[in-house]
């Protein structure tokens, strides 16, 4: 009967879907073709090329890149203000993903467990607002925003804590002169940005957690507080570490707030951008781009020893 | 000595809706005492009062002759075994047992212990180091038990624990929880909407309906004495007779309930003292121990007749559908019931 019916509707696309169903693995690599290439060749391809150049010979006095294999720029890394580079940006990126965590929680925990339907889509809505605006924009604004005389510090003398406020500011590898050629400021802009980034992973772990779970909790006898110490951070940890892994690895990479706020000297984004863009030295942007994949995968081993996965 | 459970007028409103309405229920203590109802009749509600995760609208639940009105969960002397479960994920079954012992600051060293005394006694030695997603249904639901009773709870609440399982697992459970019960002598307050399994493990059953209580019986009252037409209904099979044909059979409108199991099917002519009503052989269901038939009387209704095979040798069958046939039943067999009725705005 099948066979009549093939018959009267000899259709090539009804024979496409007949063979397709028949044959799911052809199916499959059908629709994973295009993605495989494109993250095989465009993405890894280009990524490993990239890191290939590192070991290029750049010529200080000609300025020309001459495809000598070398380790020197490697070993450049480990030059006293390369790593000065390197750990200022690893502190920041510590700190960013930290702060941001700890405020992410709150707002992911409200959204998960106390909102539906018409509220959650405002927190939605709310949480993601700030990324649909321009990053460089938005980072603009935040100059405008922390210079002297501006909002932030209108806001502080308002509140009678001008003092308070040079005191920070006077905390080196804190301060600076004013907030936003402070480090302080730069980190303010760092969360800001990131924040979305850490309260979307968070929420869904959260989100994820049966209610019964701590209902269980409170029923063999823990304390609110010790169903959150026991139950429901451990549970949320996949989350943290998720929404910690963009917020690290973002501010690791980011070049352009390091530039428009805070005091003057390179992270590792603005270093790379001004190899490769200012001085042309791309063999040391190469080998520079190599050191924010390194600390993620250290930063995600720890993690995962950390037992951070166990509970997927 | 002081009832274990005593709600007085509970009412639990959710909006527009009352999942619990005006229940006034004494439970005893070291009773095995079930909930039976279906889905939404409020039983789980009653369960979730109980526990503390819900608070009454109105009226007074007491637990040992305190008033439990305010008191978080995590002060009652109260444990649940959840129909999901539960467990936590990310502990290993000792760990998950112990919690309780854990959060209430007894050592690791005795509270290990004990967590391996309460798996020993739900037979699961050994299963200490394994995550709950390693075991099967049967065995969570073995460790939630375990998790419950390590703390020694004077009520054990359980929340359709054996919902989830396998029909030969689920009768084993039942025995199982049965004798742990009676070893143990605390009050076993248990939610179900099975009523065989309602009846066979219960000192007494209270039958839900709509938020109320429709009666509060031992599982053999409920049986051979239902007081309403749902009790009737819903307790196992019952042919419900009214109006009309009740006045005809039973000499008073008043509904009345005759078991299939003690309604006779005879020949057209046969006369007997019994009540009997003629009608038509509906259909005949064999079902090994007995053999069911339903006979369509003359108003149209259907009357579930149950005859047991208990003679070893094979009969011919001698009944065929279609065939007009006479039933009968002694007077003494109907029982009256009152007819529940659905209250305005439910």
Known sequence: ?312 | MPLAVQFTQVSRTFAEVKAVDQVSIDIEDGEFFSMLGPSGSGKTTCLRLIAGFEQPSSGSIRIHGIEAAGVPPYQRDVNTVFQDYALFPHMNVRDNVAYGLKVKGVGKQQRHARADEALAMVALEGYGQRKPAQLSGGQRQRVALARALVNRPRVLLLDEPLGALDLKLREQMQGELKKLQRQLGITFIFVTHDQTEALSMSDRVAVFNHGRIEQVDSPRNLYMKPATTFVAEFVGTSNVLRGALAEQLNGSPTPFSIRPEHIRLDELSAASHEVQVSGLLHDIQYQGSATRYEVQLDNGQLLAVSQANDQWQQHPQIWQTGQRVQVRWPREAMTALKETVLVEGQ
């Open chain 1, 1 to 312: 009967m099948n066979l009549a019916l093939d018959k009267q509707h000899p259709h090539a696309l009804r024979r496409l879907s007949d063979v397709l169903y028949r044959r799911p693995n052809l199916y499959l690599l059908l629709l994973l073709t295009p993605p495989l290439l494109w993250f095989g060749a465009v993405y890894l391809g280009s990524l490993l090329n990239l890191l290939w150049q590192g070991f290029y010979t750049f010529d200080d006095f000609t300025m020309a890149v001459t495809p000598d294999l070398t380790l020197a720029n490697f070993a450049a890394l480990f030059n006293p203000a390369n790593l000065d580079i390197i750990l200022r940006t690893l502190g920041m990126a510590v700190a960013v993903s930290l702060a941001s965590a700890v405020l992410a929680f709150p707002i992911a925990y409200y959204m998960a467990r106390y909102t539906s339907g018409k509220t959650k889509a405002f927190f939605y809505i709310a949480v993601m607002m700030p990324m649909w605006a321009s990053y460089i924009v938005k980072t603009y604004a935040w100059t405008l925003l922390l210079a002297k005389g501006g909002v932030a510090q209108w806001f502080v003398q308002q509140l009678h804590l001008d003092g308070l406020l040079q005191l920070v500011l006077s905390v080196p590898g804190v301060g600076g002169s004013t907030l936003s050629t402070s480090h302080l400021g730069r980190f303010m802009v760092f969360v800001y940005i990131w924040l979305p980034f850490m309260i979307l992973p968070i929420q869904a772990s959260l989100e994820r957690l049966p209610p019964s779970l701590l209902h269980a909790s409170a029923d063999l006898g823990a304390k609110p507080r010790q169903t959150f110490t026991q139950v429901i951070l451990p549970l949320s940890v996949p989350g943290i570490a998720a929404g910690s892994i963009f917020t690290f690895s973002l501010t690791l990479g980011d070049f352009i707030v390091p530039q428009l706020i805070g005091p003057p000297g390179y992270f590792i984004g603005s270093m790379v951008y001004a190899q490769q863009g200012a001085i042309g030295n791309m063999p040391m942007a190469a080998a520079f781009t190599l050191v924010p994949i390194v600390l993620i995968a250290i930063y995600l081993a720890l993690v995962k020893r950390l037992g951070a996965f166990d509970a997927l």
